[in-house]
């Protein structure tokens, strides 16, 4: 290896999504598939309804946990679901 690469890591050009659980992974599905219904992001209430649930707390959860794995971006009405690259 060349001196001036000694001690770094190869970097993946392309962000990839990254592992998500199963209710992760319903709740960014339900995101989707009512974001494109309606044409807008859903509110909480909607996203409930389609997901069967009845804890805002747990739907919260699960938002700032897609936020934080850069899954989706914005909060409230502004909600966007991150396209991956790869």
């Keep these: 290896m060349a001196p001036h690469l000694r001690g770094m ?3 993946d050009p392309l962000p990839r ?3 998500l659980t ?3 992974l319903d709740v960014l599905a339900k995101l989707e598939d009512l974001a494109d219904a309606l044409g807008y992001a859903p509110t909480y209430r909607e996203l409930l309804a389609e997901l069967g649930w009845h804890s805002k707390g747990a739907l ?3 938002l700032k946990r897609l936020r934080s794995k850069g899954v989706i971006e914005g909060s409230g009405r ?3 679901v991150r396209k991956p690259l790869a």
Aim: charged share 40%.
């Design 9 to 11: 890591r190869s970097r």
């Design 17 to 19: 999504r990254p592992m």
């Design 22 to 24: 199963r209710a992760e």
């Design 60 to 62: 919260h959860h699960y």
């Design 78 to 80: 502004s909600l966007r």
